[in-house]
C-alpha cells in the first residue's frame, strides 16, 4: 500500500529467489557483502541471517575468481537468503556460478567483453531461470559511448545494446540498473530508460561516497525517481558498512511516502534545554526497535518541550526530566516514573506493540 497518490510505474515483475521485483510487489532492499568471500561457515551464515532480519532482501556477493564464485554457490546451497553473484571481466565466473542455485547473476556490459560472451551469459542464464541485472555504471561504458558528451544518453544506449542481445534470445527476466556517481546523471538515465521499457530498475548511486555525502547523494537520487513512481528495487552504496545500508533504504522509503511494516523513529536533534540523553537511550534501545516489524512512530525527545507535545502522534513515546520520564501514547501521558527505570518501562510498553 502506498501514500495516497503516490503510484509506482507498472514494470513486469522477475523473480529473485523468493522476492519479486517489480509489478506491484513492495519496493526490495538490497546490499553489497563488504568482505571477500573466503570461506563459508556458521559465522557467515549468522550474519547474513541478522543482514536478513534487519530488512536487507537481496544480498550481492562480488565473484573476482574461481574459487569466489565456487564459494558463492556453496553459501547459495544453504542461505535462505537470495544470494547475488555480481561479476565483472571475466563471463566465466557467471557461468561457474550458473552451476549453482544463485538468485541472480550481475554483470556490467562495459567490461564483461564481446557480445558472444553475454550470448553465453544469457543462454546459461536462461536454461536455469535465473534473472540477469544488467549492471550499467558511467565510469565503465563501453570506449564509443564514453565519448559522449552527454552521459545519460549514453548509458541509455549502453543499456539498449544489451537489451537488444537479450531479446534477441527471448531472454525476458532482466532487471536493470543505471548507475552514475552523479546523483543528476543518475535520476536523469533512469527516467530516460522508464520513459521507453517496462524492465524493472534497480536504483542507486555508485561511488557514493563515505557516510554523510554518500546517504545525500543517494536521497536526492532515490528520493526523486521513487516519487516519480519509477524504481522497484535500491541499494544505497556507502563506503560504510551493510547494515548502515540498510537501514539508509529502509528510511528514505519510507520517507517516500510508501507504507512499509518498518517502525519510523523520531528524535529532536538536542539542545541546551535537553535534559534527557536521547542518542544514548537510543543505542540501548535500537537493537529492541530493529525487531518491531510494524508500521509505528517511535518518538524519543531530549526535554517536556518536545515531547509529547510536538511528538503528540507518535505510537510510543518517551522525555524526561533529571529525576523523571514521562512514557506518552499519541499525546497523551501513559506513564511516570524514576529515569532509572526510564529503560526497563519503556521496553515493557515496547512489547506491548509487539504483541
Given at each position: 500500500?502506498?501514500?495516497?497518490?503516490?503510484k509506482r510505474k507498472y514494470t513486469h515483475p522477475v523473480k529473485v529467489g523468493d522476492i519479486s521485483?517489480?509489478?506491484?510487489?513492495?519496493?526490495?532492499?538490497?546490499?553489497?557483502?563488504?568482505?571477500?568471500?573466503?570461506?563459508?561457515?556458521?559465522?557467515?551464515?549468522?550474519?547474513?541471517?541478522?543482514?536478513?532480519?534487519?530488512?536487507?532482501?537481496?544480498?550481492?556477493?562480488?565473484?573476482?575468481?574461481?574459487?569466489?564464485?565456487?564459494?558463492?554457490?556453496?553459501?547459495?546451497?544453504?542461505?535462505?537468503?537470495?544470494?547475488?553473484?555480481?561479476?565483472?571481466?571475466?563471463?566465466?565466473?557467471?557461468?561457474?556460478?550458473?552451476?549453482?542455485?544463485?538468485?541472480?547473476?550481475?554483470?556490467?556490459?562495459?567490461?564483461?567483453?564481446?557480445?558472444?560472451?553475454?550470448?553465453?551469459?544469457?543462454?546459461?542464464?536462461?536454461?536455469?531461470?535465473?534473472?540477469?541485472?544488467?549492471?550499467?555504471?558511467?565510469?565503465?561504458?563501453?570506449?564509443?559511448?564514453?565519448?559522449?558528451?552527454?552521459?545519460?544518453?549514453?548509458?541509455?544506449?549502453?543499456?539498449?545494446?544489451?537489451?537488444?542481445?537479450?531479446?534477441?534470445?527471448?531472454?525476458?527476466?532482466?532487471?536493470?540498473?543505471?548507475?552514475?556517481?552523479?546523483?543528476?546523471?543518475?535520476?536523469?538515465?533512469?527516467?530516460?530508460?522508464?520513459?521507453?521499457?517496462?524492465?524493472?530498475?534497480?536504483?542507486?548511486?555508485?561511488?557514493?561516497?563515505?557516510?554523510?555525502?554518500?546517504?545525500?547523494?543517494?536521497?536526492?537520487?532515490?528520493?526523486?525517481?521513487?516519487?516519480?513512481?519509477?524504481?522497484?528495487?535500491?541499494?544505497?552504496?556507502?563506503?560504510?558498512?551493510?547494515?548502515?545500508?540498510?537501514?539508509?533504504?529502509?528510511?528514505?522509503?519510507?520517507?517516500?511516502?510508501?507504507?512499509?511494516?518498518?517502525?519510523?523513529?523520531?528524535?529532536?536533534?538536542?539542545?541546551?534545554?535537553?535534559?534527557?540523553?536521547?542518542?544514548?537511550?537510543?543505542?540501548?534501545?535500537?537493537?529492541?526497535?530493529?525487531?518491531?516489524?510494524?508500521?509505528?512512530?517511535?518518538?524519543?525527545?531530549?526535554?517536556?518541550?518536545?515531547?509529547?507535545?510536538?511528538?503528540?502522534?507518535?505510537?510510543?513515546?518517551?522525555?524526561?526530566?533529571?529525576?523523571?520520564?514521562?512514557?506518552?501514547?499519541?499525546?497523551?501521558?501513559?506513564?511516570?516514573?524514576?529515569?532509572?527505570?526510564?529503560?526497563?518501562?519503556?521496553?515493557?510498553?515496547?512489547?506491548?506493540?509487539?504483541?
Open positions: 500500500m502506498n501514500e495516497k497518490g503516490l521485483i517489480g509489478g506491484n510487489f513492495p519496493i526490495a532492499v538490497q546490499t553489497m557483502w563488504k568482505q571477500p568471500l573466503q570461506e563459508v561457515d556458521r559465522k557467515l551464515i549468522n550474519r547474513i541471517k541478522k543482514l536478513k532480519d534487519l530488512g536487507c532482501d537481496i544480498l550481492r556477493f562480488a565473484v573476482p575468481d574461481e574459487q569466489a564464485a565456487h564459494l558463492l554457490g556453496e553459501l547459495s546451497k544453504i542461505s535462505t537468503s537470495a544470494l547475488v553473484a555480481d561479476v565483472h571481466f571475466d563471463y566465466k565466473l557467471a557461468l561457474i556460478a550458473l552451476d549453482y542455485p544463485v538468485a541472480k547473476i550481475r554483470i556490467n556490459p562495459g567490461n564483461i567483453g564481446a557480445k558472444w560472451k553475454v550470448k553465453e551469459v544469457i543462454l546459461k542464464a536462461k536454461d536455469r531461470e535465473v534473472p540477469i541485472r544488467v549492471g550499467v555504471n558511467s565510469g565503465s561504458l563501453p570506449f564509443k559511448l564514453r565519448q559522449l558528451k552527454n552521459t545519460a544518453h549514453a548509458m541509455l544506449e549502453a543499456a539498449e545494446q544489451e537489451l537488444e542481445i537479450c531479446e534477441q534470445y527471448n531472454f525476458k527476466h532482466i532487471i536493470f540498473s543505471l548507475k552514475s556517481s552523479d546523483a543528476h546523471t543518475t535520476i536523469k538515465a533512469n527516467t530516460l530508460f522508464s520513459e521507453r521499457y517496462d524492465y524493472p530498475l534497480h536504483l542507486g548511486v555508485t561511488e557514493a561516497g563515505p557516510l554523510i555525502p554518500g546517504i545525500i547523494k543517494n536521497t536526492a537520487a532515490l528520493y526523486t525517481l521513487l516519487r516519480m513512481g519509477i524504481g522497484d528495487t535500491i541499494r544505497v552504496s556507502l563506503s560504510s558498512d551493510s547494515v548502515t545500508e540498510i537501514e539508509a533504504a529502509k528510511a528514505i522509503i519510507k520517507t517516500v511516502g510508501y507504507q512499509t511494516a518498518e517502525p519510523n523513529i523520531i528524535s529532536c536533534p538536542t539542545c541546551g534545554r535537553t535534559i534527557f540523553p536521547v542518542k544514548d537511550f537510543y543505542e540501548k534501545i535500537k537493537g529492541n526497535i530493529e525487531k518491531l516489524h510494524k508500521d509505528v512512530t517511535i518518538a524519543i525527545m531530549g526535554c517536556p518541550v518536545n515531547g509529547p507535545g510536538e511528538a503528540r502522534a507518535a505510537d510510543l513515546g518517551i522525555t524526561g526530566t533529571q529525576k523523571h520520564v514521562i512514557i506518552f501514547k499519541q499525546g497523551k501521558v501513559i506513564r511516570r516514573e524514576l529515569i532509572k527505570n526510564a529503560l526497563s518501562v519503556f521496553l515493557e510498553e515496547l512489547d506491548r506493540i509487539h504483541e
